[in-house]
């Protein structure tokens, strides 16, 4: 047997930087791990507290769990500067409140695709996605 990193380890290790990083804590984030085609496909889900939904951050397809991390890990030191800000403001199904949710894209139909993330799209009602300026 070789002695090698443990992939647990550095998956942990992976995941906390990601965390660190974001400045989210593990309760708001999910990473949720599937295997399609032979590869592993990374979500990163956010979960806002404040209205109790969650949200598709980034998804990242990797050779296995370790490289997806990886390519996830380089994608959060790098979006603010690669893709463009987008303020979606939505209402729940049986809501009265009208919330404000933030996303980074590269154009509007990728942020509502984060929004409607894992929900039937009937459940939210949008009322504008708006191009925020480049600060």
Known sequence: MTTGTDIHVESVKLQRKI????GIQ??????????IEGKTKLDLITIN???NQSFLFQSEVGVDKLDALKKM?????????????YTIQWI????NELHTSYF?????????????YGRDINTITVFSVVLNPVA
């Open 19 to 22: 965390e660190s990083y974001l």
């Open 73 to 85: 890990y380089e994608y959060v030191q790098s979006y603010k500067d690669k893709y463009s800000s």
């Open 49 to 51: 507290p404040r209205h």
């Open 26 to 35: 593990g309760s708001e984030l999910s990473f949720e791990f599937q295997q």
């Open 92 to 95: 729940a199904k049986g809501d």
């Open 104 to 116: 980074r894209a590269s154009n509007m139909y990728d942020a509502l695709d984060k929004l409607y």
